[in-house]
């Protein structure tokens, strides 16, 4: 059984590129905890609150629960469900989930595959990382749900699919004469820049293409910003800031909460600003809360 494949064709509800990643961050939990103890049940009740953090913090700004992953997870072959009846979920229901005794585990035929092949929980990591979220969160995201991953697993390890076009980098940051598009930083060690880069606004994993009109050049600070939908882009081409950001130091306010109505820095003219619909996109399925009113002068 080709277990990369099968974790990377996870059955997620989808429309119009609309992110669903309850599957994949209760699959990147559940191979932590096998990292940790191969046999370990995870209660539903002892992880929920573990489990609704991942998705408030890296799913969609749509409230949602982990009671449904935790639940349909198991019509893919990779999870278990048990209650204190015996095998089998109750349902999607957090009532039921609670009550029930719910335990879910990695399913005992990957369980075995991944104690044969060590090598493989690093594959379907890495695969699942590439598929559903942005560079820029891998890192943080393993420490979320306690992965640890070998820093030599960085080759293209998930099945067959679409290459990324590496000029975009080049494109994007030319675009932009090599300054963030929110704050205008722009620092370069001789001639080569340091901590800027090329940003997907519709990500990438989403079938967000590598073009300029789908990009921004950013510092590395509001990259991730960006990607956590603390930052955005309206439709004047103005920096929206998210009104769930908090922030009492000086640093904060200056580097975040100021930016609330700034015009962006850039493109240079002739080139392609923001396609409205990857803005649109970014809106819908990254930023989160409603904007702050921009700040005054």
């Known amino acids: ?16 590129g609309t992110r669903a990643p309850h599957k994949p961050l209760l699959l990147l939990y559940a191979l932590g905890q096998f990292q940790e103890e191969a046999d370990r049940e995870l209660r539903y009740s002892a992880v929920e609150e573990d489990l609704q953090r991942l998705l408030t913090e890296y799913g969609p700004p ?3 629960t982990p009671a449904y992953p935790f639940h349909h997870l198991v019509s893919d072959g990779v999870w278990e ?24 585990r990695l399913a005992p035929e990957l369980r075995d595959a991944l104690r044969r ?8 990591a890495r695969s699942l990382l590439d598929l559903h979220f942005p560079p820029s969160l891998h890192t943080e995201l393993c420490e979320a749900v306690g992965l640890d991953l070998e820093p030599t697993e960085t080759g293209r390890l998930s099945p ?8 975009m980098r080049e494109l994007v940051l030319t675009a932009y004469e090599y300054q963030c598009a929110f704050c205008g930083y722009d620092g370069r060690i001789g001639a080569v820049p340091v901590g800027l ?14 073009d300029v009109d789908n990009g921004l050049c950013l510092c590395s600070l509001h990259h991730k910003l960006f990607d956590k939908g603390v930052l955005g882009v309206d439709d004047g081409h103005r920096i929206l ?31 392609l600003p923001v396609a409205a619909g990857h803005r649109s996109w970014h809106a819908n399925q990254v930023f989160h809360g409603a904007p702050r009113p921009a700040t005054q002068a």
């Open 197 to 210: 880069e090329a940003a997907h606004v519709r990500w990438w994993a989403f079938g967000g293409p590598d």
């Open 117 to 124: 092949e060590p090598q493989l929980l690093h594959r379907i």
């Open 160 to 167: 067959a699919r679409r290459r990324r076009d590496r000029r």
């Open 241 to 271: 800031v998210s009104q769930r950001f908090v922030g009492h130091s000086q640093a904060s306010r200056e580097h975040v909460i100021a930016l609330a109505g700034r015009p962006l820095v850039g493109p240079q003219p002739g080139a």
């Open 1 to 16: 059984m080709d277990w990369l494949e099968r974790t990377a064709k996870l059955r997620q509800w989808t429309r119009s």
């Open 81 to 104: 469900v048990r209650t204190d009846r015996g095998p089998g979920s109750p349902g999607s229901g957090l009532r039921e989930l609670r009550e029930s005794g719910a335990t879910g």
């Open 62 to 64: 749509n409230k949602t």
